[in-house]
């Protein structure tokens, strides 16, 4: 909407007296009669304005819904204070020494637990220095190359290692892991000690005509290669490659262009890496607009231009939007299976959704709607619903990353059922990374014990055998139900998570053994392939 401010303007609309600063609600009201209040009174027609979603939606459930049905509501709001952002505190070397509290924002509330959250924030003000973590006008606004480039530049100078990737060098020595050079427009193998970019997006099913396979692979990796199959490729890839350009990158992977498709081997080795592959990337661009691959990044191309926002009165400004999360959330690539690993798993995270760019990395969060290009922005509101917040718990509780893991992802769809393992693969190799062990069909063999303890919230059934993979009962992988609501309840394991090595002392006494592909028996667990957790380090295994 056009910034105009309004011919009468009201200071008393949070009541006789006032909202106080803290977590305490005020209850600002039911919908008919913000409704009817918001010619005379700003912040009502805010909150008014923020409920076009939930119109629309109300509009297309039945025949005969109108808007002043809609209005006629008795939904209540509930208005709190929140803390917006944190400004970042340095002693005289420059150094981080801890953060305060910067801004606040104004969290609008509804009893009906379908409709999402909303924020009133203070927008930037024209001839003022502080505009930390303000709400930005995207009237004349166009997020570019150089915005990703600063909260990157942000991210490596302030992070230190709690944002690079896990294991740098990992994939030098893989001769099958190749990228794409955006420079000279080839497939090539990842140089030494050089970076490169990941892409994490929806195929659709309409597939493109071209990708890369047996036939065309030698092609491909010559000087110029892709340039003749430019026009081939998915608005998707082509804006990721534009884009990996402009900021100066030059390796991108993409996984219908660096697998070989039409090569099980070539499928194997990749799949059974995720974790390195987008653990290791600089930083992943997370393709979440439309549902599929040719819905581009439509923030590069066409971002948003309607905005709820009004003034306040003495030129205050105010911004109602909502968090990076609900449109990520709202997002069909959020809802696919590989997706969930390819964001989790990397270390930073260019996220495209609704039009909208977000920037999340282990630390915190970055929007185009919030103004955070300054070196002491600090953390951010945004973050607080971000799943890379699980991984901060990786190495002092690994079974509750893996658990809590486990049960987003199996929320998730899969165009192929037989994938269900390898779209976990990358999340389990990181638990077991900090465990010791290894998978055994989706379940760490360190602790087979407890991870045999899921079960199903409503009936299931058997998972079929697809492709010759053999899904077997005592994993969740062999069966399926219609929401994929698989869990570990805390019911069942009462008591033993707080004392895991306990419980499996004095309460385990079974020796597991497993077939291998020959038939041979083999132990689950032989207590020599890894580490135990740091948090359970007097048991060694079975």
């Not at 600002?28 to 923020?50: A, K, W």
């Not at 166009?142 to 990157?152: H, N």
């Not at 192929?416 to 638990?431: H, Q, R």
């Amino acid at each position: 909407m056009k910034d105009s401010p309004p011919d009468h303007i009201t200071n008393d609309s949070l009541g006789p007296e006032g909202l106080e600063f803290g977590p305490k609600e005020f209850e600002f009201g039911v919908l008919r009669d913000i409704y009817s209040r918001q010619e005379t009174c700003t912040l009502c027609r805010l909150v008014v304005n923020s409920l076009g979603d939930q119109v629309s939606k109300f509009l297309r459930e039945t025949s005969g819904n109108t808007e002043a049905k809609f209005y006629d509501s008795d939904a209540s709001c509930s208005i709190s204070w929140q803390i917006d952002g944190r400004i970042l505190l340095r002693d005289k070397a420059g150094s981080i020494k801890g953060d305060r509290a910067c801004t606040r924002r104004l969290r609008l509330r509804w009893s009906e637990a379908s409709w999402p959250d909303s924020f009133v924030v203070l927008m930037e003000k024209k001839g003022t220095t502080q505009s930390l973590f303000l709400a930005r006008s995207l009237e004349n606004f166009k997020p570019d190359a150089a915005l990703v480039q600063r909260w990157l530049r942000f991210c490596d100078e302030s992070h230190g290692n709690k944002c690079k990737p896990f294991t740098p060098d990992t994939l030098i020595s893989k001769p099958f892991f190749g990228v794409i050079d955006v420079k000279v427009m080839c497939l090539t193998k990842l140089p030494k000690d050089a970076r490169y970019v990941a892409l994490s997006y929806m195929w659709g099913r309409d597939q493109w005509r071209f990708q890369t396979k047996r036939k065309n692979i030698k092609d491909l990796i010559a000087c110029g290669g892709l340039n003749n199959w430019h026009d081939s490729l998915p608005r998707t890839i082509r804006d990721s490659i534009r884009l990996v350009t402009e900021i100066g990158e030059r390796y991108l992977w993409v996984d219908a262009l660096c697998i070989i498709q039409d090569s099980d081997r070539s499928w194997a080795l990749n799949s059974r890496l995720m974790n390195i592959v987008y653990g290791n990337a600089y930083f992943t661009i997370c393709a979440a607009d439309g549902t599929h691959a040719n819905a581009g990044l439509r923030a590069l191309q066409d971002p948003p231009r309607y905005q709820n926002i009004a003034f306040y009165g003495g030129g205050v400004r105010l911004k109602c939007l909502r968090p990076a999360e609900h449109y990520i959330r709202n997002s069909t690539w959020n809802t696919r299976g590989w997706t969930f690993q390819e964001r989790l798993l990397s270390p930073r995270t260019l996220i495209f959704a609704d039009g909208r760019m977000f920037f999340q990395c282990r630390c915190t969060a970055r929007s185009m709607d919030i103004i955070t290009e300054d070196e002491n922005a600090g953390w951010s509101v945004e973050f607080r619903d971000s799943p890379s917040l699980i991984l901060q718990k990786l190495y002092s509780q690994p079974l509750l990353v893996y658990k809590e893991a486990l049960q987003l992802y199996m929320k998730r769809k899969l165009t192929f059922a037989s994938d269900i393992l390898a779209a976990f693969t990358g999340i389990g190799n990181l638990v077991c990374n900090a465990l010791g062990g290894s998978l055994v069909y989706g379940l760490p063999t360190s602790h087979f014990d407890w991870a045999l303890l899921w079960e199903p919230q409503d009936a299931a059934a058997r998972r079929p055998q697809e492709d010759d993979e053999k899904f077997p009962s005592w994993s969740w992988c062999g069966w399926k139900n219609e929401n994929m609501d698989f869990q570990y309840k805390d019911r069942m394991l009462a008591g033993v998570e707080d004392n895991l090595h306990d419980w499996l002392v004095n309460h385990t006494w079974i020796t597991w053994y497993i077939r291998d592909g020959n038939g041979n028996l083999r132990l689950v667990w032989n207590g020599k392939s890894g580490q135990a957790a740091k948090a359970e380090l007097p048991w060694k295994g079975y």
